[in-house]
């Protein structure tokens, strides 16, 4: 490209308030405007916008002002029919939450946000001591899907029933959310995250917001939340680590957003991730091994050993953070599994807000999720905190392990 049709170009990009006058180009530059021709400029602007870094002469960077942030991508979802505007509605307003928590997170050793929350005496439903961040960051995934005047019922990991959206802001969908998974490892400031997902809801609801006083509509209201996986209609995690990453599905692929905090915007990094179809890693807490099946521990002295059907000695990577742990996973492929043993028969993690989200998203990435039996998305819970054993990841170090577990009880037969 001659350097007088790269600088008219540049020029022309600049904000009005920066526009160079035209006599400037040939009092200066000794060109008249119009040297290029059309057809060239075009190629050249089609060319600049898929470039991601600042030019040789670092004059002007055309293709840093225009990254496909969160919202535009939910807007593009709303034109191309891909997504209704409720959906986007909520999805935009759980990005608040994500935000808010993110930086409630980073800072949470300087606001003495680390530690228990009411010095340990406060359990949720699950027998867990509840940290502080595990209440404030329900709180305000609660409050950030309230006010989207689109949630009919909330479950959550922190409540011990749904709750019901109050009659001035509700609306006709059901949000699951754990709002701060791998909150035990929190005040290691290790990666923890909030996992999320959004269906319609089967049965309409208009009823107070009082857990003690249930009424039988507001039974079957609550109901709302057992649905199975397969009826998600979005689905996602924010990572808080490193950097904070959101990972979405809104049915079409499942896509990667970092945030900016520079701009405080979630730009798409990782548009439509496809998890490698086998990896070579495994991550399960091997702590439990003595408490696994035996078809488990011939699987995984299989991967260990290079004895399975790639031939090569598989690597362990365990976080103890579901979504770190599946974040790494969705990149890197291999297989992450919290399965049922004899001490935890359903394993430990929750189907509603864990299992099915992260099933859902891998499911959309080209992976694979179950709990050793059936799909993980085709399961309907029969109580809101309901475990499942989880096995996820590629799609062929899934259907290795499946496999073998078929093996074993064909030659039971
Ligand atoms: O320490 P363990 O038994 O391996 O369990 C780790 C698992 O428990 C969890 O921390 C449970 O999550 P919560 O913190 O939301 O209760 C998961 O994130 C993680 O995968």
Redesign the pocket.
């Known amino acids: 490209m001659s350097s007088s049709c790269w600088i008219i170009h540049h020029l022309s990009l600049l904000p009005n308030n920066h526009r160079v006058p035209s006599n400037y180009l040939s009092k200066n530059i000794g060109v008249s405007s119009y040297t290029c021709s059309k057809t060239r400029l075009a190629t050249v602007v089609a060319s600049q916008q898929d470039a991601s870094s600042t030019n040789g002469a670092g004059l002007f960077l055309p293709a840093h002002d225009s990254p496909t942030t969160l919202t535009r991508f939910l807007l593009e979802n709303i034109r191309s029919s891909k997504a209704p505007q409720d959906i986007v509605d909520l999805i935009s307003s759980i990005q608040f939450a994500c935000k808010k928590i993110a930086s409630l997170v980073s800072r949470a050793g300087v606001t003495n946000l680390t530690g228990l929350y009411n010095e340990g005496k406060s359990l949720n439903i699950q027998g ?1 001591e509840q940290k502080k961040l595990d209440v404030l960051s329900n709180q305000v995934l609660k409050n950030a899907l309230k006010y989207s005047g689109k949630m009919g019922v909330i479950a959550s ?1 922190e409540e011990d029933v749904p709750v019901t959206v109050d009659e001035s802001f509700s609306g006709t969908y059901v949000a699951v959310f ?1 709002p701060l ?4 490892n929190l005040d290691a400031a290790v990666a923890t995250g909030t996992i999320f997902g959004i269906f319609k809801q089967a049965v309409s609801c208009l009823v107070e917001d009082d857990a003690d006083n249930i009424e039988p509509s507001q039974l079957r209201c609550l109901a709302n939340t057992l649905q199975p996986g397969s009826r998600l209609l979005a689905a996602g995690y924010c990572m808080y680590s490193s950097s904070t990453m959101m990972v979405l599905s809104l049915g079409h692929g499942t896509h990667g957003f970092t945030l900016d905090h520079e701009v405080g915007e979630f730009v798409l990094t990782h548009p439509n991730m496809k998890i490698p179809k086998r990896g070579q890693i495994y991550s399960l ?1 091997e702590a439990n091994y003595h408490h696994w099946d035996p078809v488990l521990k011939e699987y995984v002295e299989n991967l260990k050993s290079g004895k399975n059907r790639s031939g090569k000695s598989y690597s362990l990577r365990y976080i ?3 979504v770190a ?1 599946v974040h790494r996973t969705l990149l890197y492929g291999g297989i992450f599994g ?1 399965p049922g043993d004899k001490k935890n028969p359903n394993g ?2 929750r189907l509603l807000y864990e299992c099915a989200p992260m099933s859902y998203l891998i499911e959309q990435a080209g992976g694979k999720a179950t709990n050793g039996k059936q799909r993980i998305l085709d399961i309907v819970p029969n109580t809101t905190h309901e475990r499942q054993p989880l096995i996820l990841g590629s799609e062929e170090d899934v259907d290795e392990l499946m496999q073998l577990y078929a093996a074993k009880l064909q030659s039971k037969v």
């Open positions: 867990e990991e754990d998974d791998g909150s035990s807490n103890g953070s579901l742990d919290y430990k993690l």
